[in-house]
């Protein structure tokens, strides 16, 4: 054979080579959550099994920065984690806009006593924040919360709307149950 037909065969299995890499190669999607709260290894813990939930979904939760780290081979996959994360009782921000969290659904205006359920509260540092975050919350004058509990009552004279929105921006997903 001459040197032609080997450059031309050369070439032919490289175009091979190539296309079966980019065959078999998937692009992978990620979202970070940001301005989670991850206070400790239980929290971590409590991501990484959610994620874990759904089948083709890697999870790196850091408590150093309050990140959650999702890939997963398609945004459909990638979505269904991150709901998994929020029916836990977590949330953040997400940095990738195809992703979505849907917002609470709050009363309009003043409620005497809100039940809220599903929140995440593995222990004591959990529970401070919880309480941090409703502290700034006007006209609420006690909750039910208890270190491991998911589930609280808040009571007094205050706007749901805003009790869901502190909750939300300290890195927790309320899930409401009865407002009066």
Do not use: W
């Not at 989670?36 to 979904?57: E, F, L, R």
């Amino acid at each position: 054979m001459n040197i032609h037909v080997h450059r031309i065969l050369l070439a032919g299995i490289l175009a091979v080579v190539i296309f079966q890499a980019a065959a078999t190669a998937r692009a992978e999607e990620k979202v970070t959550l940001s301005d989670m709260h991850i206070c400790c290894p239980s929290c971590v813990k409590a991501i990484q099994t959610a994620a874990a939930t759904v089948p083709g979904v890697k999870c790196v939760a850091s408590q150093d920065d309050y990140t959650t780290t999702l890939t997963a081979d398609n945004l459909a996959t990638l979505q269904k984690g991150v709901d998994a994360l929020v029916k836990a009782g977590f949330c953040g921000t997400p940095d990738n806009k195809a992703i979505k969290i849907a917002d609470v659904k709050a009363p309009q205006g003043k409620v005497t006593k809100l039940e809220i359920a599903h929140v995440h509260n593995c222990c004591g540092k959990c529970t401070a924040a919880l309480k941090d975050a409703l502290s700034d919350v006007k006209g609420i004058t006690s909750n039910t919360l208890e270190p491991k509990k998911t589930s609280f009552v808040l009571e007094g004279n205050f706007d749901a709307g805003e009790a869901v929105k502190a909750l939300v921006k300290s890195g927790f997903y309320p899930e409401l149950k009865e407002a009066k």
